[in-house]
């Protein structure tokens, strides 16, 4: 069963104009260069609620920093990103914190644990950030650690336990808060192909059940092979397979 997850809504939050067309979150016309190098040169992209969509293309195409901009991280040079009817750029750095925090899940290709606390802190961390009492927080994270079969490693820290099982705790960890948005970069890159493949249909069972879209940028096809959808980046613009869009 899955554990339940706090609500994510942000104060003075309403639902979005382009909610109705049941696009959750899109980006037009995307540019991002650094230096003389064009990372992002036209890119565009939509997601809808609890789609999953792989992102591919080869090494340098822009895979990662069309994640960072979908997810707020890194502004673009131009082009808007969207989400839920809001442009990201018009808002405020704190609400987009705030977005980031309470609306978006992150995994990336090393789990980025933090080494000092245990694993269930780890998990609990992002709840605590948004407010829950470490008990409450430690009993939710808990419940996804259960989820991600990897409750026996709750008190070590992320340098005692497997990169399998460190990728499934920052799985937990991103899942607990309830995200609309799961953005994974590259999640199974540093696992051998069984542990892949296991975080894998864990992450997109996980992700169905609670209905979070999941942006899963990835050169592998096995892994592409979770999504409802792919997109190829080529020379920084996005363009959806047959099929979609
Ligand atoms: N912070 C940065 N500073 C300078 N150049 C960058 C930066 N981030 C990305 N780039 C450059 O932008 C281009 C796109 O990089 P990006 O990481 O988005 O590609 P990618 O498709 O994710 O690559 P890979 O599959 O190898 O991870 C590359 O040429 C890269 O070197």
Not at 171 to 183: D, K, N, Q
Not at 209 to 214: C, D, H, L, M, R
Request: proline fraction near 5%.
């Amino acid at each position: 069963m899955t554990p339940p997850a706090p609500t994510a809504s942000l104060p003075g939050d309403d639902a979005g104009a382009s909610e109705g067309a049941g696009i959750l979150l899109s980006a037009a016309q995307l540019h991002k260069a650094y230096g003389s190098t064009a990372a992002l040169d036209g890119a565009d992209f939509e997601i809808h609620a609890g789609e999953i969509v792989a992102v591919m293309g080869p090494s340098g195409s822009g895979k990662s920093t069309l994640l960072h901009c979908l997810a707020g991280i890194v502004p673009p040079d131009s082009g808007t990103v969207t989400y839920r009817g809001r442009v990201l750029s018009q808002m405020s750095d704190a609400r987009r914190s705030a977005l980031r925090r309470r609306d978006f899940g992150f995994v990336f290709q090393f789990g980025q644990l933090v080494p000092e606390l245990s694993c269930l802190e780890n998990a609990a961390l992002p709840l605590r950030l948004a407010g829950l009492s470490r008990r409450e927080a430690e009993s939710r994270a808990s419940s996804w650690l259960e989820r991600l079969e990897v409750d026996d490693v709750r008190s070590q820290r992320p340098g005692q336990v497997s990169g399998g099982q460190g990728q499934r705790v920052a799985v937990a960890r991103a899942l607990a808060v309830g995200p609309s948005v799961l953005f994974a970069d590259e999640p199974t890159g540093a696992l051998d192909s069984l542990n892949g493949e296991r975080v894998m249909q864990l992450l997109t069972e996980a992700a169905r059940e609670t209905n979070a879209a999941v942006v899963l940028v990835t050169h592998e096809s096995r892994v592409a092979a979770y999504s409802d959808r792919e997109v190829v980046v080529r020379d920084g613009r996005a363009r959806s397979m047959a099929g979609a869009l």
